[in-house]
């Protein structure tokens, strides 16, 4: 061959089910990446991404199998090699860092001992000395100390941000060509993750690693990738460089995702993709994303397409792709207006609130006014107090002083303390959809519950109420006698936001309720909470530490940072010209499209 | 499909069974063969203990005329007569039924007491937790039998005692699976979200906590069932059950071991009865707990 080989090749690769009807996990996977370049690897959950991102160590989890394809590193094909060896290639030819750092570090070990162990299984160096040495180098190369003390912690004594890091040094250490990472930035808060990022672009590009980056998070990709491929339903259905793939998407599915990601500036209404991705074995003839696509034509459902070629480097699955290609370039749908503020008598004050987690003082002399009707976006990291302070505001956290009254009479501290109607009025939607409804009870069972609490209604009439408020978080009463773990990540929180609304609240607090879920799918429940506050008139407390998404929704903000507000005002004015310095550090973090794409010309 | 490993879980599909929990759990359960077979042997003994004394030739407290005592199997009593020459086989069959209901009563008592001791202890928390722990782990350092013995001789050997003995016995066992088991539940928000409206105390145990621990507590009282046999036939071996005359397999063991050497059956009936019935019970247990770490494992494992 006259051209060097690829650092990663990826060529036609199927990985499927090792029992039954060997149903396709993924099949027809064939990408390139450089040497030095980033390949962000994006979908919803579900969509094959990890185990494409697994296959190109060489592995695949239980129950699974390579049934075909090569994954080349450097021109040699690992998946023809015997186990032992391959597994000797991991961690020194293509290493992996996970999305939860916590697993990819042993608790029982020290940081240094971990390093070291990675060195020298893989036989790097020739003596102690030139490990250490290397080492040193390489927690350098991550932004991380290496004198002794910080090589004698344990993980635990490290905070996710450096635990994350730790795991990069790790996957960096034997100077691998290869290196895919699972979405490591998933459970950092934006200030960390953007230092992670960095970090990961900086050393890919010095050291000439081919990295693929698996993730969910759109705005995360176009910061740090050079291409783009995205997955449905274990099928690319679109690979190109990252700023023809956001601005010219040749994919409906594309076109949505991008249009599905919160911008900073609000400029764009929040769409959402209606359904939800298929799983192996429930997957449609013809193009999978036909059931969920607005261009869907009769020819879409009888033939998978081609993955046909529409410019240089840039592939589609899609055989209207010039028709969603001229659509993208017409411009977004601008957002809708936003409910005015109107000046009444506060809902809830916040005065000089102090509160504690044990011995550690969380929240220090918090000042808060919610007014009626009005939608409030508390803002901040992880641990900046934001959680208590909804919290204490709902009756759930109960160690603070200082005072919290609603509608001018002052709150008693625990939910059990204060009257039924107070209880009633103030509503909180918890942030993990998968904690907060209970797996032993139906959704109608659970929606219900409150009502027979607060009304002490049942029979016909309830049953009517539960399916209106299911209906108003646009659920159908074919849920009702569901189990939670039948429902999607989606339609669980909405089951949890209908629980709340069905006590007439006229305050929904909102733990972080997008978090756990996908990008798509965070959109509709923005959407439906908007619409709640527009048409139900109740107040909304929104807790989120993603800034993009409260203009959609807000009309005032508060920025927290460790324990204190740290600035509060009108959305627009905060958002355009923060003063405080931490909220302008905390939108120059925010991951962007625009700006990403604005940066990349 | 019968090389599953021994504490190995079995794979479950949640997209094909039914989405109530329990029937997905006894469905799952009953797709394995220990449960199968456990059942059908625990079926087998109750069958006989239950039924036994309307089948039995003779009556239990008589002997058979023209026996002597540790005779042999004969076509009068098919298998011999015991130290008093009684009819071994009717014997058999009326001395289960004594051994099935203490063991289930004790089993029964032991389980209530300790699943609300549990509960209130994982839910409660703080001192209250540390003193009902603390007071079951003393509870816990009595051995069953000597606890049992140690009452028997001060109060005399009664029936209820010896029910409330092992159920006393049986209690911090179970108190302790439970507690295991709430305390993950009670930190999660469904149980805050209760909370926050108000719910009672005691409905948030027994509507959210308590259906959500319950395949830990069906194999834990299968085992403790499983246990309760053996410990009160071995009670009333020691003599502290069922007073002579009356038909009670561990009582028969005491009685006829004598003669083993002549005459083994009026020993090896109820000891083969026991045995199986624990082989039996403990099989029901490990097919549920595997069904239902199978359906956990289901339900976290997705992507």
Known sequence: ?601 | MSDLALGEPIEVDLETKPGRPWRLLFSTAWGQHRTKIGLGITLLIVGVALIGPLLAPYSPDQGVEGQLPFASPSSDAWFGTDDLGRDVLSRFLSGGVSVLILAGLSTAIGIVLGVAVGLTAAYSRGKLDDLLMRGMDVLLSLPQIVFALVLAATVGPELWLLVLAVGLTTMPRAARVTRGAAVEVVEKDFVRAAEAIGIPRRRILFSEVLPNITSPLIVETSLRMTFNVAVVAGLSFLGFGLQPPAADWGLMINENRNGLAIQPWPVLLPVIAIALLTIGTSLIGDGISRAAIGIERGRGGRE
């Open chain 1, 1 to 601: 061959m006259s051209t060097a080989p690829h650092a990663l090749e990826v060529v036609d690769l199927r990985v499927e089910l090792e029992y039954g009807e060997h149903e396709d996990i993924v099949d027809g996977i064939s990408f390139r990446v450089a040497a030095g370049e980033v390949l962000g690897l994006v979908g919803e959950s579900g969509s094959g991404k990890t185990t494409v991102g697994l296959a190109v160590l060489g592995h695949t989890r239980r129950g699974a199998r390579v049934a075909r394809g090569e994954v080349r590193v450097e021109g040699r094909d690992i998946l023809t090699l015997p186990p032992l060896e391959r597994q000797r290639l991991r961690g020194r030819l293509v290493s992996y860092v996970p999305q939860d750092p916590a697993s990819a570090l042993s608790p029982a070990m020290r940081i240094g001992g971990q390093l070291e162990e990675t060195l020298s299984e893989h036989g790097f160096g020739a003596s102690d000395a030139e490990r250490r040495a290397r080492i040193v180098e390489v927690l350098a190369e991550v932004l991380l100390p290496s004198d002794e003390t910080f090589l004698r912690r344990y993980p635990h004594q490290l905070s996710g941000g450096q635990q994350q890091r730790v795991a990069l040094a790790m996957a960096f250490a034997n100077r691998p060509r290869v290196i895919v990472l699972d979405e490591p930035t998933t459970g950092l808060d934006v200030t960390t993750q953007a230092h992670v990022l960095e970090t990961v672009r900086a050393l890919c590009a010095t050291h000439g690693v081919a990295a693929v980056y698996v993730s969910h998070d759109l705005a995360v990709v176009a910061t740090l990738a050079m291409r783009v491929a995205v997955m449905y339903g274990g099928r690319l259905s679109e690979v190109g460089p990252t700023g023809t793939l956001f601005r010219l998407a040749a994919h409906p599915y594309t076109r949505r995702l991008v249009e599905a990601i919160p911008e900073l500036s609000g400029k764009h209404a929040l769409a959402s993709i209606p359904g939800t991705a298929p799983r192996p074995g429930h997957r449609p003839a013809g193009c999978f994303f036909a059931p969920r696509c607005a261009y869907a034509l009769e020819a879409c459902t009888v033939a998978p397409p081609p993955l046909e070629s529409v410019a240089a480097d840039h592939v589609v699955r899609c055989i209207r792709h010039a028709d969603v290609m001229k659509d993208a370039a017409a411009a977004r749908p601008a957002a809708t207006a936003r409910a005015e503020i109107a000046d009444e008598d506060a809902l809830i004050t916040v005065r000089e609130v102090d509160a504690w987690y044990g011995v550690r003082h969380v929240l220090h002399g918090v000042e808060l006014v919610i007014r009626p009707r009005e939608c409030l976006a508390l803002v901040g990291e992880s641990g900046s107090g934001k959680t208590t302070l909804a919290r204490c505001i709902a009756g759930l956290h109960t160690a603070y002083s200082g005072a919290i009254s609603y509608r001018g009479q002052p709150l008693e501290r625990g939910a059990r303390a204060r009257d039924a109607n107070a209880r009633r009025e103030i509503q909180y939607v918890f942030q993990s959809p998968y904690n907060s409804l209970n797996p032993r009870k139906t959704i109608g069972q659970i929606v219900n519950q409150p009502l027979r609490h607060f009304f002490s209604l049942g029979g016909s009439e309830a049953r009517r109420r539960v399916v209106e408020v299911l209906d108003t978080v646009q659920l159908s009463s074919t849920v009702l006698d569901r189990y939670p773990h039948q429902l999607s990540g989606g339609e669980r929180q909405r089951a949890a936001i209908a629980r709340a609304l069905i006590a007439n609240p006229q305050l929904l607090v909102c733990d972080e309720v997008t978090s756990a879920l996908d990008v798509s799918v965070q959109a509709a429940i923005i959407d439906v909470l908007a619409d709640l506050q527009r048409e139900l008139d109740i107040g909304l407390l929104f807790v989120t530490h993603n800034l993009a998404l409260i203009r959609t929704l807000s009309q005032e903000v508060a920025v927290m940072s460790e324990g204190r507000i740290v600035e509060r005002g009108l959305v627009d004015h905060v958002l355009d010209r923060p003063q405080a310095e931490y909220t302008r550090k905390l939108l120059s973090d925010t991951p962007s499209l625009e700006a990403a794409l604005a940066a990349s010309g």
